[in-house]
């Protein structure tokens, strides 16, 4: 396994559109592994293959509970439900964070790394980071839905 080089800010790859995996062979589950180790190497809960230059439709996810890492791919929404804002940053940009709209509940379609058909049942945060992961796999970040920036209120310490 390896850790992969993330692109970041204004890499021009990040704008490109993903295209769908058709071969589901050995070297992807390699490059499934390389992704989940750089992602658990970067403390991220979610990689989309554009952010380490390859522009195929899959991404990784990682919520650290005991269901563990898991792969996606040619992912596609299904159904969605409800309406959530929370605050979003990304290991490809660097220099801000804000808060996203997101459904609050979702039903996804996509493949595992065997080819065979899944769907995916998600709500909270686990369907916040897959919405995040599937907009990369179109050229969207999460800076072009972001509402407003989160701005971290620095505390001052009282004299005693």
Not at 23 to 45: C, P, Q, S, W, Y
Not at 47 to 71: C, I, N, W
Not at 73 to 82: A, T, V
Not at 131 to 157: A, N, P, Q, S
Request: proline share 3%; with cysteine; glycine share 8%.
């Amino acid at each position: 396994m390896a850790i992969l080089q993330l692109r970041k800010d204004e890499d021009p790859i990040l704008r490109k559109q993903s295209r769908p995996i058709e071969v589901f062979d050995e070297k992807l589950r390699v490059f499934a592994e390389d992704m989940i180790e750089t992602m658990h190497a970067e403390m991220g809960v979610g990689l989309a293959a554009v952010q380490v230059g390859k522009l195929r439709r899959m991404l990784t996810y990682d919520l650290y509970d005991e269901s563990g890492p898991g792969v996606l791919i040619n992912p596609r929404i299904l159904c969605s439900e409800g309406e959530s804002e929370g605050v979003e940053g990304c290991l490809s940009v660097t220099v801000i964070r804000g808060y996203v709209n997101r459904p609050e509940k979702l039903t996804v379609e996509g493949y595992d790394l065997e080819g065979k058909k899944i769907t995916i049942e998600a709500e909270g945060l686990f369907a916040r980071v897959l919405c995040h992961e599937m907009d990369h796999l179109d050229g969207i970040l999460f800076t072009d839905k972001m509402t407003r920036e989160y701005v971290v209120e620095e505390e001052t310490e009282e004299e005693s």
